[in-house]
């Protein structure tokens, strides 16, 4: 792979990562707190789950791939990542400003990360339990925004379900 390639790959993955970013922001911006933990079905991911795990996620490859120190209280791993149980229980989850913040300094110090590495590091293979994610980090960047993009849906059926304005579209 070139240079050049690589160079095009990153520019447009961090493109893919301030858009997925510009439509969560966009979504959370008039958000009614009290329906934070509404789900549209028993089950269903709520607002502050969703944010929270994104950021969360941001947090989560930060610390396994580029060696940094965990952003997000150890607590929040119960609350957001995979496997947790979203209840509509508010007093249960950090306030949304707190995780807007963590979504905001995580997904900077996530974009600084990517844009320091060289070409090598970029391309350099990730471990084998990230096959089903990307095969290295520049195509990562890509994978976090579509993560980012699906869980952003699922906040805009919650949106659509309360009759809230649309955003977008």
């Given at each position: 792979m070139t240079t050049t390639t690589i160079s095009t790959g990153l520019e447009t993955g961090l493109a893919a990562l301030a858009f997925s970013r510009h439509i969560l922001d966009g979504f959370l911006s008039d958000f009614p707190e009290e329906k934070?933990?509404?789900?549209p079905f028993p089950g269903a991911n709520h607002v502050l789950w969703n944010?929270?795990?994104l950021a969360l996620t941001d947090d989560f490859f930060l610390i396994q791939l580029g060696g940094k120190q965990a952003q997000c209280p150890e607590s929040w791993?119960?609350?957001?990542?995979m496997g947790s149980t979203p209840i509509d229980e508010p007093g249960k989850y950090p306030s949304l400003a707190e995780i807007q913040k963590?979504?905001?300094?995580?997904?900077?110090?996530?974009v600084?990360?990517?844009k320091a590495m060289t070409p090598e590091e970029l391309t350099e293979p990730l471990p084998d339990d990230y096959e089903g994610f990307a095969s290295d980090r520049c195509k990562l960047i890509?994978?976090?925004a579509c993560h980012e993009t699906m869980h952003t849906g699922q906040i805009s059926v919650i949106r659509n379900a309360l009759k809230l304005k649309r955003q977008f579209g």
């Open positions: 934070l933990t509404y789900q944010a929270g795990h791993n119960e609350l957001f990542w963590a979504l905001q300094d995580n997904r900077a110090a996530l600084k990360w990517f890509s994978t976090i």
